[in-house]
């Protein structure tokens, strides 16, 4: 059984950076596609990333881009989102979410707030 785990969220200020990670244990990710979401107070889950499982194709949301990369290490099964220029509204619990097929598995999310 899959099992994901992000860490890396915090407490940063406005214009600052973070990276988070989300490892796998149980199963290699090597041939999964890895996204990455969040969620604000009262909002919904929204896509913020993804990369396909040979890191060929990345996906970034329009508010995010720019600001945000996606990257993998295989080796290390871990996915990492490393962000810049944060802003308040990129206030939210992060989840990663790996899927191959149709099974899809979420990690339980790391919190980032950006307050000054």
């Known amino acids: 059984q899959l099992q994901l785990v992000e860490s890396g969220g915090g407490l940063v200020q406005p214009g600052g950076s973070l990276r988070l990670s989300c490892t796998a244990s149980?199963?290699?990710?090597?041939?999964?596609?890895i996204g990455w979401f969040r969620q604000a107070p009262g909002k919904e889950r929204e896509g913020v990333s993804c990369?396909?499982?040979?890191?060929?194709?990345?996906y970034y949301a329009e508010s995010v881009k720019g600001r945000f990369t996606i990257s993998r290490d295989n080796a290390k099964n871990t996915v990492y989102l490393q962000m810049t220029s944060l802003t308040p509204e990129d206030t939210a619990v992060y989840f990663c979410?790996?899927?191959?097929?149709?099974?899809?598995?979420w990690g339980q999310g790391t919190q980032v707030t950006v307050s000054s």
């Open positions: 990369i396909s499982h040979g890191s060929s194709k990345e």
């Open positions: 149980g199963v290699s990710l090597e041939n999964f596609f």
């Open positions: 979410y790996a899927y191959i097929g149709l099974d899809g598995y």
